[in-house]
């Protein structure tokens, strides 16, 4: 059974730092990627950062680059996603989720749906002016 645990986020003014974890289990893969998602109320679900367990390779939206660092604890299966320089517009719920990465990078950069991956169950980030 793979299972996703989220844990983190919070309520933080702008300027300020959030770290966000997703521990990955059961997933039968070893190569794969773990990306990160938000949607605030009212817009899309947008595809924020991601990470190959296999190359390390990340990718990061144009939102969120310089400011965001994904990264992978490969003996724990955990992704972190380090929020830095937080602004009122990175208000969101933030989702991470799991695929073959020629599955879900397309959705991280593109947009759109995947229904072979798994998603966890979501953080809130709040961040005031």
């Known amino acids: 059974q793979v299972q996703l645990v989220e844990s983190g986020g919070g309520s933080v003014q702008a300027g300020g730092s959030l770290r966000l974890s997703c521990k990955v289990s059961g997933y039968p893969y070893n190569n794969y990627c773990v990306a990160w998602f938000r949607q605030a109320p009212g817009k899309e679900r947008e595809g924020v950062a991601s990470?190959?367990?296999?190359?390390?390779?990340?990718y990061y939206d144009d939102s969120v680059k310089g400011r965001f660092t994904i990264s992978q604890d490969t003996a724990k299966k955990t992704f972190y996603l380090q929020m830095d320089s937080l602004k009122p517009e990175d208000t969101a719920m933030y989702y991470c989720a799991v695929d073959l990465c020629s599955r879900l990078l397309p959705v991280v950069v593109q947009g759109g749906d995947f229904s072979s991956g798994y998603w966890g169950q979501g953080a809130q980030v709040t961040v005031s002016p």
């Open positions: 990470i190959s367990t296999g190359t390390g390779v990340t």
